[in-house]
């Protein structure tokens, strides 16, 4: 029970056309999503895990999608450990993330105990998924998750996270076995990989990254070799370089990037994913497609064995508001451009 298309790309095999996975496809840009949330909070869908499955399936039956990812949200583990969360609509969280609450967070078997609506929500997505569609599995970044507890969020200048960093290292005693449980109860609940999604990594110096991420993720990668593949926001070569090391099964990349590029980078490993600019998906129709076809170009030129492993998308999350026309223009021009 899987897309061939994915699995091809996972395990480096050539093949003429990618497969499709948009990361946040289903989300508030989507009718099928903000119908379910004129019944549903937020969190009863996240939480409640055939809801949580039925999210996930909308945007394969409206646009065909070859990868489901589940829906979920990154943030559940830090509510595992202790800390208050809600949604109002975007999540608050409290307290803020000192030595003192350290002491205060769950043991790891209550944690995972907690998190338990997340496997049987991946189980319940694969069940409902049609056979011929893959399944994406994800947990937040620990840094990512780190600057939330720390400033309950992932933007701005992270100075209170940088200027007390040894709090994560302390967080990471506590945070990462809650973590590579959750990747191998998804793995075991149906999920092909999990995306470490660690949004806020990206922006961190060299000296930074490499010091506190790459240990954090090897940890991760440790018994769940080549199923799990890595994405941060404005990531850089230097810092992609440093995880290629890992055990992973890929990365994903922004828009920043030549895909072309990145294809026949020699040093590459597994997956790339990615990474058309999500906000050229507003533009009017014939614009659009003039963008589309610009971006896809250069990878067209390229052979089925230098393409092998590439995974079709946008470069960060479908973003709210964006045209659905766009989006199923989108899945039908890869389609027809590489079925060749």
């Not at 969190?43 to 909308?58: F, H």
């Not at 999990?194 to 930074?208: E, K, R, Y």
Request: charged share 25%; glycine share 6%; proline share 6%.
């Amino acid at each position: 029970m899987s897309n061939i298309k994915f699995q091809n790309a996972i395990n480096g095999v050539e093949q003429n056309c990618p497969p499709i996975w948009f990361m946040r496809q289903a989300g508030r840009y989507h009718s099928h999503y903000q119908e379910l949330k004129k019944k549903y909070t937020f969190e009863q869908l996240c939480k409640n895990p055939e809801l949580a499955a039925a999210t996930a399936l909308g945007p394969i039956q409206d646009f065909d999608f070859d990868v489901s990812i589940y829906f979920n949200d990154i943030l559940f583990p830090l509510e595992a450990l202790g800390f208050n969360l809600e949604y109002s609509p975007g999540p608050i969280m409290s307290p803020v993330l000192s030595k003192s609450f350290l002491k205060e967070l769950k043991p790891l078997d209550e944690a995972v105990d907690f998190l338990n609506f997340q496997k049987e929500a991946v189980k319940a997505t694969r069940e409902i998924l049609p056979s011929d569609k893959s399944l994406i599995g994800f947990i937040g970044g620990p840094w990512t998750l780190y600057t939330y507890a720390k400033e309950c969020s992932h933007k701005g200048h992270m100075i209170d996270s940088k200027k007390e960093a040894d709090l994560f290292l302390e967080l990471s005693e506590r945070l990462l076995p809650l973590l590579s449980q959750c990747i191998t109860d998804q793995l075991n609940a149906g999920a092909e990989i999990v995306m470490i999604l660690d949004t806020s990594a990206g922006s961190l110096s060299p000296d930074f990254f490499n010091r506190y991420v790459v240990p954090a993720i090897k940890k991760l990668t440790i018994g769940h070799e080549g199923k799990v593949a890595y994405y941060a926001k404005e990531s850089t070569r230097d810092q992609i370089n440093l995880l290629n090391e890992l055990p992973v099964a890929g990365f994903g990349y922004d828009h920043r990037y030549s895909m072309a590029d990145l294809l026949t980078d020699e040093n590459r490993k597994g997956i790339v994913q990615g990474n058309f600019d999500q906000t050229l998906l507003f533009s009017e129709t014939n614009v659009f497609k003039e963008y589309l076809n610009n971006y896809l170009a250069p990878i067209l030129e390229l052979t089925p064995a230098q393409r092998k492993g590439w995974v079709c998308g946008v470069g960060h999350g479908i973003l709210p508001k964006t045209p659905e026309s766009n989006v199923r223009i989108f899945v039908e021009t890869v389609r027809e451009k590489f079925n060749v």
